[in-house]
């Protein structure tokens, strides 16, 4: 076989599954989507960090998923919450930065 029909066939392969790929791991969630999510998850679970009394927030996606972001405000190092949520708008990780002390 010709390398560059090889070639063409494997790019062409892989290419295509990237694509449906990408189609899979479509997530038509907004930001307030996703913070509604968290809040709902919150009055059901317990296992779940409290928000803070003043907080900023931040959506990102990452892949498949969706990286909601707490942090207190006025800023503290490592005063923070991150929750994974899949493409179901299940919270599938939650990492925990509070610190020990927070200001009044």
Partial sequence: ????VLL???FGFFGFNAAASA?????????QQI??????????RSDL??????????????GCY???MESYEP??????????????GLIVDVIDGQAKILPP
């Avoid at 076989?1 to 560059?4: S, V, W």
């Avoid at 189609?23 to 930001?31: F, K, Q, R, V, Y």
Wanted: with cysteine; glycine share 2%; charged share 35%.
């Fill in 1 to 4: 076989m010709n390398f560059k």
């Fill in 8 to 10: 063409f066939l494997c």
């Fill in 23 to 31: 189609e899979e791991c479509s997530l038509p969630l907004t930001d």
């Fill in 35 to 44: 913070k509604d999510i968290v809040d709902q998850e919150r009055l059901k």
């Fill in 49 to 62: 960090p409290r928000s803070f009394d003043k907080q900023g927030w931040r959506v990102t996606k990452k």
């Fill in 66 to 68: 969706y990286l909601y």
């Fill in 75 to 88: 800023e503290i190092p490592d005063v923070f919450h991150v929750f994974r949520i899949n493409r179901n």
